[in-house]
């Protein structure tokens, strides 16, 4: 029997269609969700200024502002909600765009409502820890290959002391590799860890999201020495990996 999810946990369902955004609507209330219609950006900032949203399910296409300016400011905000975008069956280009602005999630459709609530769940158990008070604990530094990151924060600066930005899905995946560095891990451990257990076999999301991080820890995607591909098996974090109290 599936868990019925708590009402105060706050879903914003953006889609001009009426009867897709009825439709999954009805879908996540029935699963025990609070649920919000929105039919563009301007209702999406009246709801996010009146109460506290924990996701966005965003549908790409919309008229005015489209679903790729609205996830790249809801990623900019401080505390911005999570994003599963849902998108139109075959716009793998959108798909790869919305990801590396910072989407955690997306759904092609037509999609199969299980489907749907599946990777609601994923992303939310994912993601809570964003929206939770941190717990009255010590902080702790990560140092990796002369990089810096305080996960309390997300602030993640470069040997020279220079800040770089991670998306959610980025510092996840990060995340990842600094618990388990040193040791060969494969892209179906990859994408259990960092998507949960709804990720589709053939999800290219790690793929996109392996390139951009490789990019942000300045490691040469022709010959990387930090991140490592393993032939045949996966990937390597190379650095050792030091944790200090912050």
């Excluded at 994923?122 to 717990?135: E, I, K, Q, S």
């Amino acid at each position: 029997m599936s868990q019925i999810a708590p009402r105060e946990t706050h879903i914003a369902v953006v889609e001009d269609d009426p009867e897709i955004r009825a439709l999954v609507s009805d879908l996540l209330s029935g699963q025990g969700y609070g649920v919000t219609e929105c039919d563009g950006a301007t209702a999406l900032d009246r709801v996010m200024a009146r109460r506290r949203v924990d996701l966005v399910v965003l549908d790409l296409m919309l008229p005015g502002e489209d679903g790729l300016s609205i996830c790249r400011r809801l990623q900019a905000a401080p505390e911005g909600p999570p994003v599963l975008m849902v998108t139109a069956r075959g716009d793998d280009v959108d798909r790869i765009v919305g990801l590396e602005i910072g989407a955690d999630d997306y759904l092609a459709k037509p999609f199969n409502p299980r489907e749907l609530t599946a990777r609601v769940r994923a992303v939310l158990r994912r993601t809570r820890d964003r929206r939770r008070a941190p717990p009255a604990v010590a902080r702790e530094i990560w140092r990796f290959g002369g990089w810096r990151l305080d996960p309390a924060s997300r602030d993640l600066r470069d040997p020279a002391g220079t800040p770089v930005e991670l998306t959610g899905g980025e510092f996840d995946l990060l995340m990842v590799f600094l618990t388990h560095p040193q040791r060969v891990l494969n892209r179906d451990q990859l994408l259990d860890w960092t998507r949960g257990r709804s990720a589709a076999p053939l999800d290219r999301t790690v793929d996109v999201q392996l390139s951009r991080l490789r990019r942000k820890l300045s490691d040469d995607p022709r010959h990387p020495e930090m991140v490592r591909t393993v032939r045949g098996g996966g990937y390597l974090f190379s650095p050792a990996v030091e944790r200090e109290p912050g």
